[in-house]
């Protein structure tokens, strides 16, 4: 089993649409979870940590469950401009997902 | 802000040449990594690095080396390139508590013809 899993997608959604991405991890000694953003052709930029009783910023949204070992991404209102693709990295392991692409279309 | 800077954007190598990645990062981090990225992949790790000539193996280390020579810079080697390792490689650096997670290079685009 790879230590960070995601579905790759890709997920087609218009705008204003609510969408939501998980990535299951191997490793339960794990402790930072982060979510990173890539456009194509450019590096991933760090979108947002992700933190044990869940945090938000703006119209995202992630969150942890330990029990099931993943983490989540909502993302609400989309905007063509989230249109990416979305990795989650598990710090322990350095290890990427593979990445979820979301295309947002008007 | 960190930075970390990749030194060429875009390479063009023959089979069998040696190649030299290097990636300099300006916020005193301690870890520093190397990744390839090819599609369908995603990120593989290469090799990483918790300290000034301390290296470890990553998932992926077969036919590249590295060195870390001072704390900011640290370099991947290709010993003798072949076609199977023309990808994206991206450099990427943290603390090493990792709270605040990575940060990348813009990467270099590798092409061994």
């Known amino acids: 089993r790879k230590e960070v899993e995601q579905d790759p997608g890709p997920f087609n959604v218009p705008e204003g649409a609510t969408v939501a991405f998980n990535c299951t991890y191997s490793n339960s000694a794990s402790q930072s979870f982060f979510w990173y953003r890539q456009d194509c052709r450019k590096e991933p930029k760090l979108l947002m940590s992700?933190?044990?009783s869940g945090n938000e910023d703006g119209r995202f949204t992630a969150q942890l469950n330990r029990a099931s070992q993943y983490i989540s991404l909502l993302i609400r209102d989309s905007k063509l401009s989230d249109s990416a693709t979305y990795l989650c990295v598990v710090n322990l392991d350095m290890r990427f997902g593979a990445g979820t692409r979301l295309t947002v279309k008007p | 802000d960190v930075k970390v800077t990749q030194s060429s954007r875009y390479l063009v190598k023959r089979t069998g040449e040696k190649v030299f990645l290097e990636c300099v990062q300006d916020m005193d981090h301690e870890n520093m990594f190397w990744y390839r990225q090819d599609p369908g992949l995603g990120l593989r790790l290469i090799y990483f690095?918790?300290?000034?000539?301390?290296?470890e193996k990553g998932d992926i280390p077969e036919g590249y080396s590295v060195s870390r020579e001072k704390k900011e810079r640290f370099s991947l080697i290709l010993e003798s390139a072949s076609t199977n390792q023309t990808s994206m490689y991206l450099c990427?650096?943290?603390?090493?508590?990792?709270?605040?997670?990575?940060?990348f290079g813009s990467g270099t685009r590798l092409t061994v013809v």
């Open positions: 990427a650096s943290s603390l090493t508590e990792g709270i605040y997670g990575y940060t």
């Open positions: 690095s918790y300290d000034v000539k301390m290296k």
């Open positions: 992700v933190y044990s």
